[in-house]
């Protein structure tokens, strides 16, 4: 019985590992949706390219690590699919107190020291966490981008046909992901 639960154990941490060691590059674009065309006609807006925005996010363990961040987050609604929400640091947190409780218990069944086998299950379950949110830096970065976006563009209107290029690596314990974006601006003239 043991020996099968540690091969069980050991099939899971290296699927885990071969899973998580993965970097991944993708360009987004927008394509012709846009409503305020519309709504509106041409010479009632102004339409320019808006400075590029650089942002990152950071995640150790699937926990969201930019501590920058706090609840200051952004949201463009209906922006080219962008979901609304993000990962806070709850979630990830409760997932990896849940996990170290399974596999410590698990190792305990071998190891039937409660100290070693809490010790051995943290490195294990951290793995696995961040294999279960890895896209938490992804969702950070998207939420940093969102903001500064606003923050940086207080006089436009509508956001449109943004362009993104967004760079993820994903590590054993840590992923990290880079996002450059353009977007078009569109200003109502009153």
Do not use: H
């Not at 091969?7 to 993965?22: G, Y």
């Amino acid at each position: 019985m043991k020996l099968n639960l540690i091969k069980s154990f050991t099939l899971l941490f290296i699927l885990a590992v071969s899973l998580q060691s993965c970097k991944t590059n993708q360009l987004v674009s927008n394509g012709a949706y846009s409503d305020i065309s519309l709504t509106r006609t041409a010479d009632q807006y102004d339409i320019e390219r808006l400075n590029e925005i650089n942002t990152e996010g950071e995640a150790f363990w699937g926990i969201p690590i930019d501590s920058d961040v706090g609840n200051d987050y952004g949201t463009v609604v209906r922006f080219n699919g962008v979901e609304l929400g993000g990962t806070k640091k709850f979630l990830p947190i409760l997932t990896m107190l849940l996990n170290t409780v399974a596999f410590s218990r698990a190792i305990n069944l071998v190891a039937d020291n409660n100290l070693i086998s809490f010790i051995a299950a943290v490195p294990v379950a951290g793995a696995l966490n961040n294999a279960i949110w890895s896209g938490a830096s992804t969702s950070r970065a998207f939420q940093k981008f969102n903001r500064k976006l606003v923050e940086e563009n207080e006089n436009i209107d509508v956001f449109l046909n943004p362009k993104y290029k967004i760079n993820t690596k994903n590590g054993f314990w840590t992923s990290k992901t880079t996002i450059n974006g353009k977007v078009m601006g569109a200003t109502i003239k009153l």
